[in-house]
């Protein structure tokens, strides 16, 4: 569905690997009725999204492995759960040993969606905590609701805290690097930006690779373009770029409101012609 594809573009690609210093964890998570087994547990630290000179400690609970990179920050793992779906939950404690934000990840909704928040009824029970260690119970006393989704969870975990290090956007170039600008590629990007941002649909189906052309036969499509014009950056510089066949990458940096992005595109060449397959982007605040 173009919906998810969307959003998904607008971060950043994910490793295939699973990482692997998962902890012990014996939980379930309720949503509707149906009982998800959460069988893999993650913690790292992460900066506390409400005082940057803190930091919280990261924890995850999940039915299914995750790549080290979905530990990152939260548009990786929402990258992440977009290529896999996943039941389970996020929650981030402070060094007062509150938890300050809690999210909930489902396959389950009944009114469609992945996730939402939910902090405050939680309970959380720690055993330990320290820079390399956490440990204890997370559990809702009874079930609740979310909007017609009843859920309700309880989780023990016994997890390393551990450090994950960000990928060298520069290590997916391949085959022969491109001149400043990024070439013809470089041309077929910033051609594809025009129309987007000119809300051409027609104009966008020419431009993408013939699989995101199918997606934007999808009814929401014109609903969620919108959505994607104000969430593209609407200055972008090319850093670098490579091309290995009939694939290319291009790197981009935009800076907009104090905040700097930076993009890793994939272009494929159909035809003959260098088509836009994926746009991923991530943002950090200055």
Same mark, same amino acid.
């Given at each position: ?40 547990? +993650? ?9 940057? *000179? *803190? ?6 609970? &999940? ?37 300050? &934000? ?14 939402? &928040? ?8 720690? *055993?330990?905590?320290?820079? &390399? ?5 997370? +559990? ?12 309700? $969870? ?10 994950? %290090? ?20 470089? %041309?077929? +990007?910033?051609? $594809? ?12 189906? *020419? ?10 036969? #999808?009814? #929401? ?17 090319? @850093? ?6 009939? @694939? ?39």
């Amino acid at each position: 569905m173009y919906i998810r594809r969307s959003l998904a573009a607008l971060t950043l690609l994910v490793s295939a690997a699973a990482f692997a210093d998962a902890g012990k964890v014996n939980g379930t998570l309720t949503m509707n009725g149906n009982v998800a087994k959460l069988k893999y547990a +993650y913690a790292v630290t992460r900066p506390d999204p409400f005082d940057k *000179k *803190k930091t919280v400690t990261c924890v995850i609970a &999940s039915d299914i492995e995750l790549p080290q990179t979905a530990l990152l920050d939260d548009m990786e793992l929402m990258s992440a759960t977009m290529n896999k779906p996943m039941n389970g939950l996020q929650w981030l404690i402070n060094d007062e040993k509150d938890v300050i &934000s809690l999210q909930i990840f489902t396959t389950h909704r009944k009114g469609g969606g992945t996730q939402f &928040s939910s902090v405050g009824a939680q309970k959380l029970d720690l *055993k330990d905590m320290t820079a &390399s260690h956490v440990a204890g119970r997370l +559990y809702l006393p009874k079930p609740d609701d979310f909007f017609g989704d009843t859920y309700q $969870y309880d989780i023990n975990f016994d997890v390393p805290v551990t450090t994950v %290090k960000t990928p060298d956007p520069k290590d997916d170039l391949k085959g022969k690097m491109l001149p400043a600008g990024g070439g013809e590629p470089g %041309k077929a +990007y910033q051609a $594809y930006r025009k129309v987007l941002l000119a809300g051409n649909v027609a104009g966008l189906k *020419k431009a993408v690779s013939k699989d995101r052309a199918a997606e934007m036969n #999808d009814p #929401d499509f014109p609903k969620m373009l919108p959505l994607v014009q104000a969430m593209t950056p609407k200055t972008v510089k090319i @850093t670098a770029g490579s091309v290995d066949g009939d @694939t290319a990458i291009l790197l981009t940096e935009a800076k907009e409101k104090g905040e700097t992005s930076t993009g890793k595109i994939t272009l494929v060449k159909e035809a003959g012609a260098w088509k836009i397959a994926r746009e991923e982007w991530k943002s950090k605040s200055e």
